[in-house]
Structure formats: structure tokens, C-alpha cells
């Protein structure tokens, strides 16, 4: 069969949304729907039970609802609906309110710039949305605190600047426990107090009713608290308030947004496979991994505002894919690795490896075929920039094809709320498809329930290092540290060092090997 005759067969455009997938670069034979349909079949009931309020997370007990987000008359009651229209409006009039200058800061300005803080879901979703879809000139910046690092927070305070007495800040965290967003929130908290200003009358909380974050707003008279539901997971959050309101008061087109992902949910739900968008994503998933994830998935945006769009992946589809146990309890160490960077960019970073090196991934291209909103510049005789743009695309896929690298092609019209919501909407939707077909749970992380853990562990033994280490006569070793306290050395070297590094124990030794070298308090 020729390119053109393949190409004809397995491309797939959905013209009423301005939508396109090209899958026919992949290697799959035309048997590939016949040999999957049985679990085709199954993925498609389990998320039409999904999508009705089954129990998708068993570990937890718990729906799995951000479908309901955009389209909340398929809510499985009344009373989720309600709360999710009436959310919707709070965050948008909320937004509205801020740009009136009806909510006010303390010293009687407009707010006029946004810090986020918060960290996975909660940052990434609004970090893309910021990035992609917020106006030229929005009505508020936003700067974020998306870790636990404090020389990060401190150099966004210092952007920040004095612009700090207007700025509005979001604390993003279902639990309110979660310790990196905790940690942002009293950096945040511990600089307006420094620059003589009241932090609650500056803070608004995106949380869980009843929970830590929840009771401290309300204890500390918050302006504003937007609730976030257990049937909501992070990675799953840019369409709750979690994205809605950074969204709003940024100037996005909060419903064009809901409505581009409703858009592509509905072409997705009832279409065959042939003809599904998502599912040909999660078919072409496990024809190039073997359905075990043996290749990486690098997705390729041609176009700059669609950078951090791998970025958000990752989390959407490693947190959801990497599982070390499918639903029987059976080891299969799922998962899909996902990077990418963006387009032409990519051909001066890793395209030589990926065409010319180890054949361990698929290429996921996202054309844009409206280049700009101005008036085309002639870079040479008869070419502007986004002719050079698009020839990029077609050559870098050429040449990954003519070397047998497999790719997927999306195109949209443009770069808008619209079609944001469109893309966020297939991706979520693939990963349910993946999961069902190779049987595992997409919407729980027990790995990254243990990290916080061991992470906890850590902390706790650092505090007894730190109080021996206060405690004793003379200069100590990580070997020493180990055997009285119960730790491992090598964690209690790299607390040693850690300690002596931020100011909290001097290294008066530094022997031939970590075992000898000596510590003591400051």
C-alpha cells in the first residue's frame, strides 16, 4: 500500500472542531482492530461506567469524575451537578469581582498579578493554561511556587518585588496537608508579613472541605475558599477551580475551554475505533510498546505555546500509567515515559539522536496550522516564517519515517481555549482507554505515596541527627550517627552534609572517605 493510500485510510478529522489525527506512520497491520477488539470492547464499557459515577479507584473508594467537569448534566446526582455549576460561576464571578476592583487588596488597589501555589496538578494544569491560552496583555500576571525549593520562591519574590501588596495568592491542595504546598504557603505567608502586609486579607484557598488547608483559611479569614472533590484527581484538575479561577482572573476564556474539552469527550464517546481519536491514541500506545510500555512517547508541538504541553503530559500519563501491579495483583510494570520539547527547537536538541540513534520511542507531533494573528512576514522570496515552520514539521516526520521511526501526527486550527480544552480532553481520555486495555488502575499512585513516605522517614531522622549531633561533646561521623541512632550511614552522611550546608553544623573534618569525615553543631 503506498503512503498516500495509507495515509487516506488511517486519517481521521473531526471538521465541525478543526481537529485531525494521522496515524497511518505507525507500524500496525490492518488485523490490529480485529486482534483488539475484545478489550476495544471492554475499554469502551469501562468508561462508559466511569462516566455513569462507577468506583474507578477501588483503593480509595472513590469516582472519578473530570469528565463531569465540562459537561456536569452527566453528573451521576443532582447534588454533584449543582456543586459543579455553582463552582464554576463563584470562580468566574470571584474573577470578575478582582478585575472590578470590587475585591480589593489591603491597601485599597487592584490586585493586579497572581501567585499560585501549589505543585503537580496543582501547578502544572494553570502553568500550561498561563502559558497557552492567557491573553497578550492579561489583567493579572501570575508567577507560581510549584516546589518546596526556597531559593526558587525567593528569586519569584524577588520578580515579584514590591508588586507583592497587590498580588492575590491561590493555595492550591485537595488534602491541605500535601508538604511542599504547605511549605510554599508559609514562605508566601512569612513575605507579606515581612513587607508589613496581612497575608489573609491577600489569600484565597482551593481545597477540601474540612481539610487542614480548608480550617486554616477560615480560622485565618481568607478572602475566598474554592472547594476541590474527592472524585477529582490532580492530575485530572485544570477544568476544576484548581484551574478555573487562575484561569479567569488571567483573562482566559474560562467556557470556551470547558466547552472545547466537552467537544472532543462527545466525538470520543461515540465513535468507533477506527473513527476515535482517543482510542486510536491508546492503540497506537500498545501496538508501539508491545502493550508494556517498551517505548517512550516524545511529543513534538510546533508551536511555542505548546511548550510545557509535555510537561503536563508527563504527569497525566506516567502518574496514571506507571503501575507495578494490573488489576488481578499480577507484577506488570506499566507505564509510558513521556518527554518532549518543541518544534523547530527539537531539531537542533535530539532529532540527530532520534533518527539516527536507538529506535526506543514514537514521536507524537501537534501541528498548529494558523502560524500567527498578524500579517505574514516575507523571511525570503515567496516564504514567511510559518511556511519554514511547517516545512520543519513535514521534513522532521519525513525523515523519522524514512528511517522507520513510527510517529502520530494531531493538528488543530489554532491555539485557543477552545482547542486547549480539546487536547487535555483526548489525552485524559486515551489514558482511561490504555489502562482498561492492558488492565490497570489509572487513577490511584501508590508510588507516589511512598515517596512521600519514605520522605517523611527522612525527615524524622534528620531531626534525631540534628539533636545528637547538638547533644554531643565532641565532633561526630555519619558511621557513628548510624549505629546509635538506627539509621542508614549513608543517609546520615547526607544529612550531615545537608546540615552543614544550610548553616545548621560545620564540617570541622574531611577525611579520606565519607566515613571519616567529622561534624559537630553549630
Known sequence: MSHWDRFQKYFVRYPQIGFSIDVSRMGFDD?????????????????????????????????????????????????IQNEIDETLESTLQFAADVHAGVIKAANGKKFNRVLVVGIGGSALGPQLVAHAITPVNPPMAISFFDNTDPDGMDRVLAEIGDGLATTLTLVISKSGGTKETRNGMLEAEAAYKKAGLNFSKHAVAVTGLESELDRHAVKQGWLARFPMWDWVGGRTSVMSAVGTIAAALQGVDVRAFLAGAAAMDEETRSRSARENAAMLLALMWHHAGGGKGLKDMVVLPYKDRLVLFSKYLQQLVMESLGKEHDLNGTVVNQGVAVYGNKGSTDQHAYVQQLRDGVNNFFAVFIEVRKARDTTPLEVELGFNSGDYLQGFLRGTRKALSDKGREN???????????????????????????????????????????????????????????????????????????????????????????????????????????????????
Open 408 to 522: 502520530i501526527t494531531l493538528s488543530i486550527e489554532e491555539v485557543s481555549a477552545f482547542t486547549l480544552g480539546m487536547l487535555v480532553s483526548l489525552f485524559e481520555r486515551a489514558v482511561g482507554f490504555y489502562a482498561s486495555l492492558v488492565n490497570i488502575n489509572a487513577y490511584h499512585q501508590p508510588g507516589v505515596e511512598a515517596g512521600k513516605k519514605a520522605a517523611t522517614e527522612f525527615l524524622d531522622q534528620l531531626a534525631k541527627v540534628r539533636g545528637a549531633l547538638a547533644a554531643a561533646k565532641e565532633p561526630l561521623g555519619a558511621g557513628e550517627l548510624a549505629v546509635s541512632l538506627g539509621v542508614d550511614p549513608e543517609d546520615a552522611f547526607h544529612m550531615l552534609t545537608h546540615l552543614a550546608s544550610n548553616g545548621a553544623a560545620k564540617r570541622v573534618e574531611q577525611g579520606s572517605s565519607p566515613a571519616s569525615d567529622r561534624f559537630t553543631a553549630c
Open 31 to 79: 488485523s490490529l482492530f480485529a486482534k483488539m477488539a475484545g478489550k476495544i470492547d471492554h475499554a469502551f464499557k469501562s468508561m462508559k461506567e466511569l462516566e455513569s459515577g462507577a468506583i474507578a479507584n477501588p483503593d480509595e473508594k472513590r469516582m472519578v469524575g473530570h469528565y463531569w467537569l465540562r459537561d456536569s448534566k452527566r453528573a451521576p446526582d443532582m447534588a
